[in-house]
């Protein structure tokens, strides 16, 4: 009798251990679940909610003036936080694509050595009404897809901006758009050298068709007029280039035509766009019924 009982207590003991141990990793589990909804949520409000919004971005900028041992009048810093300030909810100084996976982001800034006190700069809004943008969806070549996207991401409106320094604060000069709304890659400052004008080269990824495009900005007026757009771009079978056609001031461009048979590409003609100034309009020379904006 004291055999049996002592057989079934020792079932019943290691049943119990067993019982607790499984209590404890379901609680485990469960928090662990609520703490990634948590997470997730908090992410979400982010999104739609512009005080926190900025509140993370002070926070950040103050975090990086912190460790900075650089610092300047006009620095990038200090026009991160004018942005802040000043301009609608959800609007962020872009960054560059990384060049590796490991680098450090760089903002897509100028300060141009040829026009001291001034500084281009790249520009994301927020379409109002939509949930705010985030610029890890609108920067990089996967980004350049987001018009497919199915999620709600949030529009993207890109700007290129002139700034000029005074007083240790800035002076919006000029804004135009870029006509794009992700992929964005890099800002550059380019020398046309067939009239000795400069301008800024705008590029973004182009996934779909596996290339790029280039948002080229001329200073036809000098660095304080809004400049003149016009577009480019290179891929597997599309490639447009710029040209001087008839001698004028204003850039025109030679519109590249390829045979695509699926299996092979090859070049067939180009054709040449001039500027028509007093329309504002690009226009083919072959066909003066087909214009283009830029």
Known sequence: MLYLAHTFYLPMKFFFTITIFLLVLVIACSEEQNGREVTSLTEEDVAKSPEKDAQIQRHNINRLSQNSNSRFSCDTLALMEFVLNHYPPGTYVVEFDKSTTFSAPKLAVIYPSKFPGYIFGVIAKSRVGERLI????????????????????????????????????????????????????????????YNRTDFLEVNFHYGQGTGHINYNYFLIYGITSKPHLLMTYNGINFKRTIANFNGDKFPDYFEHIYYDLGNKVYPKDSVAFVWRENDSVYVNTKNLKQTRLY
């Open 134 to 193: 985030e610029t890890k969806n609108i920067v990089g070549y996967d980004q350049s897809f987001i018009d497919l996207d199915s999620t709600e991401l949030g529009t993207a409106f890109f700007y290129l901006t002139l700034f000029q320094c005074v007083n240790n604060s800035f002076n919006v000069i000029w804004e135009t758009p870029i006509p794009s709304h992700g992929g964005f890659n890099k800002i550059s400052q380019k020398f046309w050298k």
